[in-house]
């Protein structure tokens, strides 16, 4: 049975609608993830058409009990009025018809012990994404598409601050360990999060060890000249959970600016632009450099959906391989920069879902990222797993 959580305001604590308390973690051992569907109606923590938010969760077992793996849903943004309004009308921007549970048990999720050596028996949530924005938004008026008349919400931020107060009250406030975690759009929502999440759990447990491991989740901030810009206009905007080839930079300053994302991303950040500029926290290029958090991202230096995006010419090697280039110098300039950072960069040209697919250094990915865990605070420890090949490298993509 789905569990129902009713917050009336935020911050308080939560409860079950039918008044019984959340079960305790630790006593699941099932690969079936059952929904919680949450009450955002007072605190305006809602869906894209207005309906409420939902994640799943499995349950930690044995060791796992009190450590934590939280996964951000991905699925692109909503970059224009019509591309919001279709969005709205999919399980990306409405929870009317999420199933009573999921069953995950591969990569991140497994429950395998040899394919996720660290996280196989943790509790581990599934935050479904709804908002359009990488759980960021909090515009707190009530938004119509002029050309439809159809009312949207924008409210990214308080969805992921719901979700957070009621895995708090369910036991998150006692972990020793989180990892958090997304693929794609949520593997940006992890750059954008992660030091939300690990302040908000060591304001509680002081002692609790706390990380980022987005998955093809560092787009670069590009806008091609030759891209079709971000338009109101239906007859201009590309299909659900696209953008326009080279159109990447407007469209999400586009979705950043209409969502009033600046209270949902760094304040940090935020804090380093002045007011014209401060679209640029959106970005993970821009807003990682302002992260406190250790960070382990997994990124191709050819990601798929950046050659077919960010970029306004995918098919060109030349292209493809500047990219390339400009993503791993970022990637390892922060490593460089900031204690404990490290990656898993592979030559493969694919976007997400590479856990098992890609050996660099003798290792894939579930163990490279058990040795960077492990040496997070040795600064003698290896931090970074480089595969440095030229594009296409179809070997590089075998484990």
């Avoid at 201009?236 to 159109?247: A, D, F, Y």
Wanted: charged letters at 15%.
């Amino acid at each position: 049975m789905a569990r129902i959580f009713s917050i009336a305001a935020l911050p308080l604590a939560c409860a079950l609608l039918d008044g019984t308390e959340q079960p305790a973690p630790g006593t699941g051992a099932s690969t079936d993830m059952p929904i919680v569907k949450l009450d955002g109606s007072a605190a305006g923590a809602v869906c894209l058409d207005g309906t409420n938010p939902a994640y799943y969760i499995r349950e930690g077992t044995g060791s796992g009990a009190d450590k934590w793996y939280i996964h951000h849903e991905g699925g692109g943004w909503c970059e224009g009025y019509p591309d919001c309004v279709s969005r709205s009308k999919t399980n990306l921007g409405s929870s009317k018809a999420y199933p009573a549970s999921i069953n995950q048990d591969s990569g991140y999720f497994s429950t395998d012990a040899t394919t996720n050596p660290l996280m196989f028996n943790w509790n581990q949530v599934y935050m479904k994404y709804c908002d359009g924005a990488s759980f960021s938004g909090n515009n707190a008026t009530v938004n119509v598409d002029p050309a439809t008349g159809t009312t949207l919400m924008f409210r990214g931020s308080r969805v992921r601050a719901l979700m957070q107060q009621s895995l708090f009250a369910g036991g998150l406030a006692k972990a020793t360990d989180l990892v958090v975690s997304g693929c794609s759009a949520g593997g940006l929502a992890t750059f954008l999060h992660t030091d939300q999440w690990c302040d908000a759990l060591k304001a509680r447990s002081p002692g609790a060890k706390c990380v980022g491991m987005p998955d093809s989740g560092f787009f670069l901030d590009f806008q091609d000249p030759r891209a079709k810009p971000t338009s109101s206009a239906a007859d201009e905007q590309p299909p659900l959970g696209n953008t326009n080839p080279g159109n990447y930079h407007d469209g999400l300053k586009w979705s950043f600016e209409l969502q009033n994302a600046t209270s949902g991303v760094s304040a940090d950040c935020i804090a380093a632009y002045p007011e014209e500029e401060q679209y640029r926290c959106m970005f993970a290029e821009h807003s990682a450099a302002h992260q406190h958090s250790p960070f382990f991202p997994l990124q191709s230096k050819y990601d798929s959906w950046q050659t077919g995006h960010v970029l306004f010419d995918g098919s060109n090697a030349t292209s493809v391989n500047t990219l390339g280039a400009n993503i791993t110098s970022r990637l390892l300039a922060l490593s460089k920069a900031n204690t404990g950072w490290g990656g898993f960069i592979d030559a493969c040209h694919h976007h997400c879902g590479a856990w098992d697919s890609i050996r660099i250094d003798g290792d894939l990915v579930g163990d490279a990222l058990v040795k960077w865990y492990a040496g997070v605070d040795d600064p003698t420890a290896k931090k970074v797993w480089n595969q440095d090949e030229v594009y296409p490298c179809a070997a590089c993509c075998k484990p």
